[in-house]
């Protein structure tokens, strides 16, 4: 029975991945100097690690509605961090809807929002809504777990196994190896099932050029003949601020920091962005890891 059992649930789990469990082609990844267009910071993160990562899809949103000067971030308090409304708000059509729906959660009742401190029910229920949003608009259109199928396997391999420690008189080396041949097929196809649809593989691909730039944007500068690009463009205050909360939703706000520092070392010195309060009194690499890490406790104790 094990064995008849182990045959049959292979037979079963290939022909699952021949239907569903098999990536699309994939086009060659070369540096890409936009951010895919029509997806928001957290769209890239969700998209690229498949699922919401930590905190980290929220703080490039609110990077991103500072930046686009909808609020503005006071993060210098390690513990708590202040959101404040901008009094003026202009239409533009470039921020995602789920980051316009967070805003209009946040600020609701009022123009400022504290993040930390106590426990806040209004932010867990408009953080929980965020992440249910982003699952919908960017998870199954471009990638599939397929869990059926593999809880499917597991059920019947735990049913399988309950059998042959249940019914077994003389336990033998092979009864043993059947067991652990029936978990590690299970491990296999875990692996093997869940896998990206064609709309996903493509987007996917275009983030992992975009973030190739962002991360080796000063080799790129020093060598333009790199293979699918041309001259990349010049960085500007600007360019740094626009592609920042992209930078930080697919962590690599770092580098792409240091490369701003680098190529206009004056202009980083002197550069004070009006989106938040927290200033340059050191470098803009412990600014950026400062206000993410203070964010992220802010988040944490008010979750």
């Not at 390690?78 to 959101?83: A, D, F, N, P, V």
């Not at 190896?177 to 869940?194: C, D, E, K, S």
């Amino acid at each position: 029975i094990l064995g008849a059992s182990l045959a049959g649930l292979f037979f079963f789990l290939y022909q699952a991945f021949n239907r569903v469990g098999r990536d699309p082609p994939k086009g060659p990844v070369f540096p890409r100097y936009e951010a895919p267009r029509g997806y928001s910071p957290a769209a890239v993160h969700h998209i690229y690690n498949r699922a919401a990562d930590g905190n980290r899809a929220l703080i490039a949103t609110l990077m991103n509605l500072a930046v686009k000067g909808r609020i503005t971030i006071d993060a210098s308090d390690k513990k708590s961090t202040i959101l404040m409304r901008t009094p003026e708000q202009t239409q533009d059509d470039s921020i995602a809807a789920e980051d316009l729906a967070l805003e209009q959660s946040f600020f609701r009742d009022s123009t400022t929002k504290v993040l930390g401190g106590d426990y806040d029910s209004s932010f867990t229920s408009a953080y929980t809504a965020f992440q249910q949003k982003l699952g919908r608009n960017y998870g199954d259109a471009y990638f599939r777990w397929n869990l059926g199928y593999i809880l499917g396997a597991l059920a019947i391999s735990i049913i399988v196994a309950a059998l042959a420690l249940t019914q077994v008189v003389n336990w033998t080396i092979w009864h043993t190896l059947g067991l652990i041949a029936l978990a590690a097929l299970n491990g296999v196809f875990m692996y093997l099932l869940p896998a990206p649809t064609e709309k996903g593989q493509a987007v996917r691909t275009e983030i992992e050029g975009f973030k190739l730039y962002l991360e080796t944007a000063e080799k790129l500068q020093l060598n333009a003949v790199e293979v699918g690009g041309e001259q990349p463009p010049m960085m500007t205050k600007e360019r740094y601020e626009r592609f920042l909360p992209f930078a930080v939703a697919l962590g690599v706000e770092a580098p792409w920091t240091k490369h701003f520092e680098r190529v206009l070392p004056q202009v980083a010195e002197n550069y004070n962005p009006t989106w938040t309060t927290m200033g340059t009194s050191h470098s803009l690499s412990a600014l950026n890891t400062a206000m993410i890490a203070n964010i992220t406790s802010g988040v944490s104790t008010a979750l």
